[in-house]
């Protein structure tokens, strides 16, 4: 059963606001790095609708990979701005 897209598990706007307080400062601002972090949000976003909306399962299942690469696009990103002070790093949802 696929959850209805007012279900919590698509609020995604939690991800959008760690990668800016991750990867945003007073000096820096917003970097190209920060606006890839949000275009692999925006995507798992999209891939999610997409998913709902698939014809048949394979095409779902695609789309399902899709969403997997980009979070573990994502969690690099972030990794590479968590320090030891800050606590352990994401992992990869696909193995390396």
Known sequence: QIP???????QLRP??????????SENTGATNELF??????NEIYLDINDIRNAKSEEEALVK??????AVDSY???????????????F???VAQ
């Open 91 to 93: 992992h990869l949802l």
């Open 36 to 41: 890839l972090a949000r275009w692999y949000v």
């Open 75 to 89: 969690y690099g990103m972030i990794n590479r701005v968590i320090t030891s002070k800050v606590g352990d790093k």
């Open 64 to 69: 399902y990979e899709a969403i997997k690469k």
């Open 15 to 24: 991800l959008g606001l760690l990668a800016n307080g991750m990867m945003a």
């Open 4 to 10: 209805g897209p007012d279900a919590p598990e698509y």
